[in-house]
């Protein structure tokens, strides 16, 4: 009986615990959208906006200075994830294997960059002498393979039966087959769960586009955003130099979600598999 109380208790003070939690998280989010919704400066918190507004909208999308950044961030996206899926799998497969001679020695040294950083100034200008800045592949290649995606991807491939390889062997695969046409058709769950975490960091980047990156017309979506969410900067358009207001912040911020919001659905039944097997496999 005092298991059942006890248990009722737990389940109890579980539900109270994610309601809050999930509160901390939807609540800022209707705040969002209500001050995107709202023609004039609130006070405060609230649900609903008093009155129906889509004029940050329609300003925000008739901004010439705002589309280029949003491709800007689509192309940095695109390039990234396409980049860093390629190298993860490919390196993943590689070290799967067991009997890959020195394998502990590559295992050592793609560890120490994780744990030990030489920090902003070397990372400069390494990319400086590699000829890579005001590009977008200043901000791509430095983070091109995560090590944490890395271990997922050869966890994962690790799981799977090694028999499958082994017959493809046999029948005279070599190892880009066997990767490409065997293991990547199984793999959807992993590719899907490490796209959505490469693609959310490349969407978000905003410090590297700051630090490699001179060129305005070159800024990303993320970049803009920030400079008018914490410099309060003002935007250039047609007519001249316009002052901000909360509302197109908000919305801009918004917008700024959007994409992660439609992929995430996509992936959710792959993400939570991959994530699972690629953790505890190996």
Same mark, same amino acid.
């Given at each position: 009986?005092?298991?059942?109380?006890?248990? @009722?208790? %737990? #389940?109890?003070?579980?539900?109270? %615990?994610?309601?809050?939690?999930? *509160?901390?998280?939807?609540? !800022?989010?209707?705040?969002?959208?209500?001050?995107?919704?709202?023609?004039?400066?609130?006070?405060?918190?609230?649900?609903?906006?008093?009155? &129906?507004? %889509?004029?940050?909208?329609?300003?925000?999308?008739?901004?010439?200075?705002?589309?280029?950044?949003?491709?800007?961030?689509?192309?940095?996206?695109?390039?990234?994830?396409?980049?860093?899926?390629?190298?993860?799998?490919? =390196?993943?497969?590689? #070290?799967?294997? @067991?009997?890959?001679?020195?394998?502990?020695?590559?295992?050592?040294?793609?560890?120490?960059?994780? %744990?030990?950083?030489?920090?902003? #100034?070397?990372?400069?200008?390494?990319?400086?002498?590699?000829? *890579?800045?005001?590009?977008?592949?200043?901000?791509?290649?430095? @983070?091109?393979?995560?090590?944490?995606? *890395? &271990?997922?991807?050869?966890?994962?491939?690790?799981?799977?039966?090694?028999?499958?390889?082994?017959?493809?062997?046999?029948?005279?695969?070599?190892?880009?087959?066997?990767?490409?046409?065997?293991? *990547? !058709?199984?793999?959807?769950?992993?590719?899907?769960?490490?796209?959505?975490?490469?693609?959310?960091?490349?969407?978000?980047?905003? =410090?590297?586009?700051?630090?490699?990156?001179?060129? +305005?017309?070159?800024?990303?979506? /993320?970049?803009?955003?920030?400079?008018?969410?914490?410099? $309060? /900067?003002?935007? +250039?358009?047609?007519?001249?130099? /316009?002052?901000?207001?909360?509302?197109? @912040?908000?919305?801009?911020?918004?917008?700024?979600?959007? !994409?992660?919001? #439609?992929?995430?659905?996509? &992936?959710?039944?792959?993400?939570?598999?991959?994530?699972?097997?690629? $953790?505890?496999?190996?």
């Amino acid at each position: 009986m005092k298991d059942s109380i006890s248990r @009722k208790i %737990f #389940i109890v003070c579980n539900y109270i %615990f994610f309601i809050i939690f999930s *509160l901390t998280i939807i609540l !800022p989010f209707i705040n969002i959208i209500t001050i995107s919704l709202s023609e004039t400066k609130m006070m405060g918190f609230q649900l609903f906006p008093s009155k &129906l507004y %889509f004029g940050a909208y329609k300003d925000l999308f008739t901004r010439g200075s705002l589309v280029r950044p949003f491709v800007n961030s689509i192309i940095i996206t695109v390039m990234g994830l396409a980049t860093s899926l390629f190298f993860t799998i490919t =390196f993943g497969y590689a #070290i799967m294997k @067991k009997d890959l001679i020195g394998l502990n020695v590559i295992l050592v040294i793609i560890m120490i960059p994780y %744990f030990f950083n030489g920090g902003m #100034i070397p990372n400069y200008l390494l990319v400086r002498d590699l000829k *890579l800045i005001n590009t977008y592949w200043a901000v791509v290649l430095p @983070k091109a393979i995560g090590f944490t995606y *890395l &271990l997922l991807a050869r966890n994962y491939f690790r799981s799977l039966p090694e028999s499958l390889s082994e017959s493809a062997r046999m029948d005279g695969a070599g190892e880009w087959r066997i990767l490409f046409k065997i293991m *990547l !058709p199984l793999s959807k769950p992993i590719i899907a769960a490490i796209s959505l975490f490469y693609g959310v960091s490349y969407w978000n980047e905003w =410090f590297k586009v700051i630090l490699y990156i001179y060129d +305005q017309s070159k800024f990303t979506f /993320q970049v803009v955003l920030r400079n008018l969410v914490v410099e $309060s /900067q003002n935007v +250039q358009t047609g007519t001249g130099t /316009q002052e901000v207001g909360e509302n197109i @912040k908000m919305a801009m911020t918004l917008v700024g979600m959007i !994409p992660i919001l #439609i992929v995430y659905p996509l &992936l959710q039944k792959h993400f939570a598999k991959g994530i699972l097997v690629g $953790s505890v496999k190996g």
